[in-house]
């Protein structure tokens, strides 16, 4: 039995043991107790379990249907955003199949999928997965973060971003202290976005992006193709509709690096906010923030709210 199915039992029966329990809270929590939360990392496990399957059994048709538009793809500092089901199934029967064909490729496993983040509509995956030989043998690992949403009443994924994977044990000197400078200058990127976000300044904000950019806010999409884009959805959007009287700055609750590469680093925030007295106000804000080098500069790619 795969990891995957193993964690989706498990989940099937906390459903049953929590029926009838009350959970007050609808807030993200990386181990929620309420089975509306519960219910909905489980849909967002088989989603993405339909996706392998069909990835294995060579189905473009059916590895594109699990897949909400616009899907937004991350791989290796690169964006792609594909607006259509036919447009997503296109590359992967012309490119993506073809070429896993003319490799060592037997079939890809999961080794792990777990939810950090989760909503009723909308939840965060990170895992790994390994392809297979033909001898059994895995040859190449790959993290990823998953965002899967609840749009139309049907769950899909609408975001998948990857980092080649490399074992702890693995590691020589060299990468592992180019890993802990990406972490580094990750951290760094979003520390000067509080600070940025605290000063009311969008050109600084929209220096700290890479674009496109995109914001995950709920399940609601926001693409910024320039950084006017972004200053103009700050200034006319965000910081024109804040409340001064009531919110005074934030602040950054923890910030865990949840995968990292030397390109890419997937960090879950929690962020909070205060008014003028110090008092919190609106509650904490949790969310995923995707960051990424590309040309030597690393800049946010895209965060997910929720």
Known sequence: MSILSQRLIALMFCILLLQGCSDSSDSPESKPTNPVLIQAELAALEINRKQQDAWNALDANTEAAVNHYPFIRLSAGTLIVFETFEAYRDIVDAISLPNLLTSEWDHTEWDQLEAFQSS????????????????????????????????????????????????????????????????????????????????????????????????????DLQRFDTPEDYISYQENTVFHHIDYAEWDHSDLGYADVIQSGIDTVHIAIECENFNVLGESCGGAEKGLWIITRVEDKWGIHARSQF
Do not use: C
């Open 120 to 219: 009723p509509t909308k939840v965060h995956l990170a895992g790994s997965f390994s392809r297979i030989n033909k001898n059994g043998e895995k040859y190449l690992s790959t993290a990823t973060v998953r965002i899967v949403t609840k749009e139309q009443d049907t769950w899909g994924i609408k975001v998948r971003s990857t980092a080649p994977l490399t074992r702890p044990d693995e590691l020589g000197e060299t990468m592992k202290n180019e890993i802990a400078a990406a972490e580094s200058a990750a951290m760094l990127v979003l520390k000067n976005y509080i600070q940025a976000w605290n000063e009311r300044d969008s050109p600084s904000l929209s220096e700290l992006h890479h674009y496109p950019s995109l914001l995950l806010q709920g399940v």
